[in-house]
């Protein structure tokens, strides 16, 4: 079992920087396959990106591709996410999200381990 805690989101400007961090604890973070999923109101959840268990092999939705880099510390069990020149559309509750499989999913049904998310604004 993985727990998962969120933060770094808050209020910002459209062209800002924020970099958001999930911190695990339990056993299986080294093993499992991590991810960036974002909720907007009325569109759901989607995948935002995601790193293998080893940290060599990330993916990325073409909507944050070139801004947004994933990184994991599995020494210090963090994943975290640059988010780079931020637009007014990327505004959503972030989730920290695992699963103890291999490859990335971009779908959110495969995954186990789910933070309570955390809120990102971007002000136009």
């Known amino acids: 079992q993985v727990w998962l805690v969120e933060s770094g989101g808050g209020l910002v400007q459209a062209g800002d920087s924020l970099r958001l961090s999930c911190a695990a604890s339990?056993?299986?973070?080294?093993?499992?396959?991590m991810a960036w999923f974002r909720h907007v109101p009325g569109k759901g959840r989607e995948f935002v990106a995601g790193i293998r268990a080893p940290g060599t092999y990330t993916n990325y939705s073409s909507a944050v591709q070139g801004r947004f880099t994933i990184f994991r510390d599995n020494a210090k069990k963090t994943v975290d996410l640059q988010m780079n020149n931020l637009k007014s559309e990327v505004t959503a509750v972030y989730y920290c999200a695992g699963r103890a499989f291999i490859t990335v999913d971009f779908g959110q049904d495969s995954y186990q381990y789910w933070g309570r998310g955390t809120q990102v604004t971007v002000s136009s």
């Open positions: 339990g056993r299986g973070f080294g093993a499992a396959t």
